[in-house]
């Protein structure tokens, strides 16, 4: 309700702290006020109150009745058969914590926690998607769905920063996966599987190719930079070397001089890319012909 303090789960799927401004009941969303004094409308399912005093399941809103109500150290109630994955018979209620804090607590920009109680609880719930993958409304390129529900926490998107499951193709936020050894660039592609297809821990690896790489450099500075021409020696290459370890391309013997032979090679012959010389500028400029997503054949781009 209006004035309640709340945690909101954004497109980048962390928490954030703010308070509730206004209510819409028709679209379920609600103006919530953060802590920089930005305005959002966000959808009411993801929005988190504090804790309850209610004794009624914050899932269902029902009491106790037939079956007992299960409390979170950190938060609320929930029935063990609405909490995803159903809470075990033996959950001791002075040490059992929800799904949600869990995630509250696991993730982190750059990739959820990998190691401790969190990392390996956060590991077990996500072998588990608490919605029906199957009920989702897609578009045509299957980067967005109408119900706005992604990732293993349910939460919004669509954020450059998501990795695609090349099994299942729902997308996942940076922040959920436990996978990573580095941030994800902002046009990364990986060929990933998660949690839930695996039955397991995540997969994901990089495909070692020029041309996708200088594509790959390209567009994150132009999205950094907003400029669309960047000069070959001061930031491309640059960019390039000081970044080739996260880059992980499995390329990582390669001399300097071969990568910079390599790259100004794709950069001069591919029709992807453009160069200054071409609009009366200096030669040493280039830039993508388009901005566009590199697209591979189960390899996620984000």
Not at 184 to 211: A, H, N, W
Not at 251 to 273: E, V, W, Y
């Amino acid at each position: 309700s209006e004035g309640d303090d709340v945690l909101a789960r954004w497109s980048d799927g962390l928490l954030y702290l703010g308070n509730v401004k206004r209510v819409d009941g028709v679209k379920q969303c609600c103006l919530v006020r953060f802590e920089d004094n930005s305005e959002f409308w966000v959808l009411r399912k993801d929005i988190h109150s504090a804790a309850g005093v209610e004794e009624v399941c914050c899932i269902c809103d029902a009491p106790p009745l037939k079956e007992p109500l299960i409390n979170c150290l950190k938060c609320r109630h929930y029935h063990p058969e609405c909490h995803t994955p159903t809470i075990e018979p033996e959950a001791d209620s002075d040490s059992w914590i929800c799904r949600q804090c869990v995630f509250a607590v696991a993730t982190k920009r750059g990739g959820a926690l990998k190691r401790g109680r969190f990392a390996r609880l956060m590991q077990f719930m996500k072998l588990r998607l608490p919605y029906q993958l199957s009920s989702l409304d897609w578009d045509p390129q299957h980067l967005t769905n109408q119900q706005q529900c992604y990732c293993y926490c349910a939460g919004p998107g669509w954020n450059l920063k998501m990795l695609q499951c090349g099994s299942c193709g729902q997308w996942f936020h940076e922040a959920c996966t436990q996978c990573l050894t580095k941030p994800l660039l902002y046009g990364d592609f990986y060929q990933f599987q998660c949690s839930v297809c695996t039955k397991g821990p995540e997969t994901i690896q990089r495909l070692p190719m020029t041309v996708d790489l200088a594509h790959l450099v390209l567009y994150h500075l132009s999205l950094c930079c907003k400029r669309k021409y960047f000069d070959f020696d001061h930031e491309i290459l640059s960019f390039t070397n000081e970044n080739w370890d996260s880059l992980l391309l499995g390329l990582s013997d390669t001399p300097r001089q071969d990568r910079c032979h390599n790259l100004l090679n794709a950069l001069n012959s591919h029709k992807d890319f453009v160069s200054g010389k071409e609009i009366k500028k200096k030669k040493c400029l280039f830039g993508l012909q388009v901005r566009y997503l590199v697209e591979w054949e189960n390899v996620s781009l984000y």
